[in-house]
């Protein structure tokens, strides 16, 4: 198992759960390990710290998104095709679906295995056909 896939599976546990005691560290492990492995590459540590650099700007990218939807709402939709690695890792996937869809304006509808997210976006004019 990637040590990098691994933390994340943790990481996910541990904030779902939000409990950090001993007790629920080690179930914690124990779900990590057991979980099944996805069938995918082996993601790099520049891809995961360019991907976790992704989630980190996904943050304060949501909170102007969702002051400026209170200030000028947004009323018209564009559904947009976004091309991903098919051979990215299953846990940068996952990343990648959650840095989309964490921003109030976007969310992804479907991930096609053939390298592309449609993603539902909020956009303030009406998108040209």
């Known amino acids: 198992m990637n040590y990098l896939n ?3 599976r943790l990481t996910i546990w541990l904030l779902l759960t939000a409990d950090f005691g001993l007790v629920n560290l ?3 492990i124990l779900v990590s390990l057991l979980l099944p492995q996805g069938q995918g590459g082996v993601a790099t540590l520049r891809q995961w710290l360019s991907t976790l650099r992704k989630v980190a700007v996904a943050v304060p990218r949501a ?3 969702a002051i400026e ?3 000028r709402p947004h009323r018209h939709e564009a559904i947009v095709r976004e091309p991903v690695d098919p051979t990215r890792a299953p846990g940068l996937i996952f990343l990648d679906i959650f840095t989309i869809t964490f921003t109030p304006k976007t969310i992804v ?3 096609d295995e053939e390298g592309w997210f449609e993603v539902h976006q909020l956009v303030e004019r009406r998108p040209e056909k």
Do not use: R, S
């Open 6 to 8: 691994f933390a994340l």
């Open 26 to 28: 080690a179930i914690g």
């Open 63 to 65: 909170y102007i998104e």
């Open 69 to 71: 939807m209170m200030v």
């Open 109 to 111: 509808l479907h991930y």
